[in-house]
């Protein structure tokens, strides 16, 4: 039997089938060559993730065996690895500061339920090291075992959301996909970096339909419905619609991409089948606390009738925008709001007095963060009453050769139940393809 399937990352493949009670194998499979190794042990538990940050999951395989600190059979851990084609081991342990019960992974880390001693059992968290497991933390420390297993269970108290800029799917893009294949717009390391985070919203900067009905516009896009599963396949789980070229196919290419985007297992915001459906804000999460994303496209659109009651994408005043910040604030409070503008003077590299002053207006409305795109460039960054302010975060899959269009960056907001924390990690564009430094 297989014990919990197939489990993939890219073209790499770990597999563990039990043979009996006492023999499992555990395969590799990649680019067509297997790697079985055999594990003589009763199995407990199998899991993968991307515990070293290459972009390469580990598989972690709970034993039942005995080691030289303790002499008994009891529950142990095996990290191993995909080391060209070849199953290596990272690490064979059982001596992690108490005695294993049982571990899961979260996130990067392995969390393990330990006993400490009699009746009193501890949770902690690890990493997997250059030489081994180390200790990370202890989320709970010194208690029963009752006590301890909701700690062991417990998600992450924290919330990690990312945000990244223009994805164009037309273009040079789609020159690219037909000599390299979709695949050739992602990485390894941006993976990795996108595995992290337990929300990634992209800006869709073009209608992803069969339909073709162009407006009459000097840049008209186009991508190809196939082209989203590779899109949630490497992390991205929202897509923003709020901006000047979701509606480039006309009304029914824009609805035709919300339900493309659906079908393929993601969310589609910022766009409906009337302005009052499009403008609601999208609700991430409600744990550690709710996070709302209220998007908005600030420019005119070119050849398109704002007509309220047919489909359209959010487009809304500061005024307005400012209004709804408030309202979500007394309805829901404690929410985290984030602001997705689509705005901006495009090809340069700062934001105008009036942005600025429109981005102050909607911090003093309560926005906790705006994360914003348009100009095709990544600018500045600013801090205002502790809300971060990311003007534009310039390209993300795109086609512009030139350097200042080249730059760009993916952001993470680290959201608790009290806190707010946005990191950046930079970029260059090379081809079409964002490759972080």
């Not at 297997?34 to 594990?39: N, V």
């Not at 580990?58 to 080691?67: C, I, P, R």
């Not at 851990?77 to 059982?94: A, D, M, P, Q, V």
């Not at 600018?379 to 502790?386: F, I, K, L, R």
Request: charged share 20%; aromatic share 8%; proline share 6%.
């Amino acid at each position: 039997m297989v014990l919990s399937g197939v489990v993939s990352a890219g073209a790499q493949h770990f597999r563990l089938q039990t043979v009996h009670d006492s023999l499992s194998l555990l395969t590799l499979t990649t680019a067509g060559e297997i790697d079985t190794l055999p594990l003589p042990y009763p199995v407990y538990r199998f899991a993968t993730g991307d515990l070293t940050g290459d972009g390469k999951e580990e598989a972690v395989v709970g034993v039942v065996k005995s080691t030289r600190f303790f002499a008994d059979s009891a529950p142990r851990l095996f990290i191993l690895k995909n080391y060209e084609g070849h199953i290596r081991t990272l690490w064979r342990g059982s001596r992690i500061g108490g005695r294993l019960i049982d571990f899961r992974i979260v996130g990067s880390r392995i969390r393990c339920l330990m006993q400490m001693g009699e009746n009193q059992y501890s949770v902690g968290d690890f990493h997997v090291g250059r030489f081994g497991l180390r200790f990370d933390k202890f989320v709970i420390e010194g208690v029963s075992k009752e006590n301890a297993l909701p700690a062991f269970y417990q998600q992450d108290r924290e919330l990690a959301v990312a945000f990244t800029g223009d994805i164009l799917l037309d273009r040079g893009v789609r020159r690219q996909i037909d000599s390299l294949g979709v695949e050739s717009l992602f990485t390894p390391s941006m993976d990795s970096l996108l595995r992290t985070a337990d929300c990634v919203v992209g800006n869709l900067e073009c209608p992803v339909t069969e339909i073709r009905s162009p407006l009459f516009k000097r840049f008209v896009f186009r991508g190809e419905p196939e082209w989203l599963e590779p899109l949630r396949l490497h992390g991205v789980t929202h897509l923003n619609l709020a901006n000047n070229h979701s509606i480039d196919q006309g009304r029914r290419g824009l609805m035709s991409t919300i339900a493309h985007v659906k079908e393929n297992g993601m969310t589609p915001f910022g766009a409906d089948s009337t302005l009052s459906a499009a403008v609601r804000p999208v609700l991430l999460t409600c744990s550690p606390r709710e996070v709302y994303v209220l998007p908005s496209v600030q420019m005119p659109l070119e050849q398109f009738p704002l007509l309220p009651g047919k489909p359209m994408p959010a487009a809304q005043s500061v005024d307005s925008l400012c209004a709804g910040i408030q309202r979500l604030k007394a309805a829901h409070p404690g929410c985290c709001v984030i602001v997705c503008l689509h705005w901006g003077k495009e090809h340069t590299l700062e934001p105008t007095p009036t942005q600025r002053h429109q981005a102050h207006q909607l911090v003093d409305a309560g926005a906790d963060a705006l994360v914003c795109h348009h100009t095709h460039t990544l600018q500045s960054v600013e801090h205002y009453h502790g809300a971060p302010i990311f003007y534009s975060l310039g390209n993300y899959i795109f086609d512009l050769p030139a350097d200042i269009n080249r730059r760009g960056a993916v952001v993470i907001m680290h959201i608790t139940a009290d806190s707010l924390r946005a990191e950046q990690h930079p970029f260059t564009i090379v081809g079409c393809t964002p490759c972080l430094h």
